[in-house]
Structure formats: structure tokens, C-alpha cells
């Protein structure tokens, strides 16, 4: 079975400074997707990023930016000039053939001004 | 465009009631997922719905259900409620079954069983 695993349950960055989330997967399967999520205290899951296997190319949302190693099953999340509503959970998830996203725990984000 | 809304947005019931939690996907969507979120097991996939199929479910009791209408709004429903049903219940629509478009999810209920 597929598993996501994010390695750190809480990080902090300085405002306007870089930061980087990390993810990995487990699957034996060639063609899938990758996202990347936000849930606000809000509570609603925002897509802020997403990957396709099968393309090279690492993906890149304006401020967002992934890092995607399908070798290594890695797929991490930068995020350039850190803003002040950039605070959240941020949730890592893999799209498998059974039609259902594989999330991992979660990592919260702590934007420090 | 209206997004993925969910009703209600808190719940309070006893243990061994029953609940229904409403979502109405954006418009055109046509698949709907639902998924449980607790602190300890995290998120969940409860089942996915597509043209009022229900297409797969997720590791969760007979006592989750539910259902999707011809104008793709689905429901869910949990029988004789335990206290550990207790969490966030996210509703989920995309434009087809494949992942490729992403999903739009909704704010959530929360259901609180006492």
C-alpha cells in the first residue's frame, strides 16, 4: 500500500526568508500525482501545488516551488519570500489508482515576523 | 464560482445517534470524495462518489454511508454514533475520477458526538 510520510511536524521561518517542507512516498506504482495542501485554521484544504509523475519538469506555483525526485520517491515543498498568511498545516498527498489521495501527518508552518 | 460547500458547519449529537452531513460540489464537478480528519489517524479517504456510484470506500464500518444525487450532491450519513466518530468530515469534488485537475474541498463539518 502507498504511504506519505512528512518528517516534520512543525517548522518556522523568518518572513520573506525560504523555507522547505519535506515529503516522501512510498508506491510501486509508475503514474500517479502529487499535491501539496494548506488547511488554515480555516479548517478548508487549499491545493497549492501538484505534480504529475510522468513529467520531469518540477512544478512551480508563483511563490511555490516543488522539488520532485521520483527515484528517491521525494517530493518537497519550497517556499520563496515566506508571507504572513503563509502560516498553516501543510499536507503532502498522493493521488493512487484506487481514486483516493494518500495523505501524510502534516507539518504545521510558523511564519515568525 | 460557488466552491465545494459543506453543511453544517458544527454538529453536536449524542452517541447513538445518527448524522447526515450535506456537500454540494462546484458546479460540473462530478466526483465527490469524502474524508474524516482526527488527530490521531489524520486524513482519511471515506468514499468516492461519481455519476451516484459510489466507485470505492475507504477502511470505515458499515455504519458510514452515502449517497450522491443525479445533480452530484452527495450526502453522508453515521449510524449509531460513537465517540470516536467525533472529527472533521472534508468533502472533496474534482471535475473527473483521475487526479489530474487536483480537488476542491470544502470547509469541513465538524461533528462532535457527547
Known amino acids: 500500500a502507498q504511504t506519505v510520510t512528512q518528517s516534520q511536524p512543525e517548522m518556522s521561518v523568518q518572513e520573506a526568508e525560504t523555507v522547505t517542507l519535506s515529503c516522501t512516498y512510498d508506491?510501486?506504482?509508475?503514474?500517479?500525482?502529487l499535491f501539496w495542501y494548506k488547511q488554515p485554521p480555516s479548517r478548508q484544504m487549499i491545493l497549492v501545488i501538484r505534480?504529475?509523475?510522468?513529467k520531469q519538469q518540477n512544478a512551480t506555483e508563483n511563490r511555490f516551488s516543488v522539488n520532485f525526485q521520483k527515484a528517491a520517491k521525494s517530493f518537497s515543498l519550497k517556499i520563496s519570500d515566506s508571507q504572513l498568511g503563509d502560516a498553516a498545516m501543510y499536507f503532502c498527498?498522493?493521488?493512487?489508482?484506487?481514486?483516493?489521495?494518500?495523505w501524510g501527518a502534516g507539518t504545521k508552518l510558523i511564519i515568525k515576523p | 464560482k460557488a466552491g465545494v460547500t459543506q453543511t453544517p458547519r458544527y454538529l453536536i449529537k449524542t452517541r447513538g445517534q445518527q448524522v447526515t452531513l450535506s456537500c454540494s460540489p462546484i458546479s460540473g464537478h462530478r466526483s465527490v470524495s469524502w474524508y474524516q480528519q482526527t488527530p490521531g489517524q489524520g486524513l482519511q479517504f471515506l468514499f468516492e462518489?461519481?455519476?451516484?456510484?459510489?466507485?470505492n470506500k475507504g477502511n470505515f464500518p458499515g455504519r458510514f454511508s452515502g449517497r450522491q444525487f443525479s445533480n452530484s450532491r452527495s450526502e453522508m450519513n453515521v449510524s449509531t454514533l460513537e465517540l470516536g466518530d467525533s472529527a472533521l468530515y472534508l468533502c472533496?469534488?474534482?471535475?473527473?475520477?483521475?487526479?489530474?485537475?487536483?480537488?476542491?474541498f470544502g470547509s469541513g463539518t465538524r461533528l462532535t458526538v457527547v
Open positions: 498527498a498522493y493521488w493512487d489508482s484506487n481514486y483516493q489521495l494518500i
Open positions: 462518489y461519481f455519476s451516484e456510484t459510489q466507485r
Open positions: 508506491t510501486s506504482e509508475s503514474d500517479y500525482y
Open positions: 505534480q504529475e509523475a510522468y
Open positions: 472533496a469534488s474534482s471535475l473527473t475520477r483521475t487526479g489530474h485537475y487536483g480537488y476542491t
